[in-house]
């Protein structure tokens, strides 16, 4: 899928002559391919591949400060399906691998402008927001790793089923907030804006630098990472991993030709629903 647009940026006063646009592109690839294979008359194996990708513009907070975010997903499927006497079996096995990037798409691009000065400027109420943005860079990959097994067996009127499944996850990356640069923040007071007539610099009102930054900034330490765990190539950023165990029995009775029972009991647990490596808070036991 390829599709091109234009993102309007309307800007009011005194910065409305920066009112304009940029090219805003979108594409995505997704592809799919599956093999079948009729092992003997009662199994069958298959192997499924597939592969997603989109790439887009994006801002936070609207404006000229953009960046570029793509995401990535990867995904192999084996499965096996096969009878044993009254006994149906079903087994499959997938990997799953997804990266999300989020890149600056500002700075250097001539077609915005304030594209070099090193901070992200918002500007009041007025719409203008220019600079590298506050969110790049990030990356944030994922793997799943799933195997399961699904059984049945007719029994007179019940169809008994059970069944297990393990899913291990290990999830990571960092998110390096103000890394190209701090954002500033002015009023645009009209007092300031008076004022701003008079420079310093060329360009007088509609000129940004010409505002003090009174509604303050933020820096960045430089850092991105949530945790000191190494994983999925990176030095630091891991988080889990999440390992998900499921076991379940059940049947469907059928007492009637017009009524069927259907009971069971399942057993789950996730180890990464918490914290679990740290200590438990005693305001919250």
Partial sequence: TKQDTQTPVPISAPFDVYSGSFSDPFREDNL????????????????????????????????????????VTRNHVVGLDFNTGPFTHSIRFSYLKFQNEIVDATTGNSALPFNNIGAEIFMGATGLIA?????????????????????????????????????????GGFASFYKNGPTITSQVTPGEITAAASGPFPGGASNPFNYPADGGYVLGNGLGYSTTKAALGFPAGGLGPDNRILLYLGDSWKIKSNFTLSYGLRYERDTGRTDSQYAAIPALN
Avoid: C, M
């Avoid at 997603?52 to 995401?71: E, I, P, Q």
């Avoid at 944030?140 to 007179?156: A, F, N």
């Fill in 131 to 171: 600079g590298p943005n506050l969110l790049a860079p990030q990356s944030t990959p994922q793997s799943d790793h799933e195997i399961k097994y699904d059984g049945s067996r007719v029994l007179g009127s019940h169809i008994v089923r059970f069944g297990v499944t393990f899913n291990h996850l290990q999830g």
């Fill in 32 to 71: 799919l391919g599956r093999l079948d294979y009729q092992v003997t008359k009662s199994s069958r194996l298959f192997y499924r591949f597939s592969y997603f990708k989109n790439l887009l513009g994006a801002t936070f907070g609207l404006g000229y400060s953009v960046y570029d975010n793509k995401d």
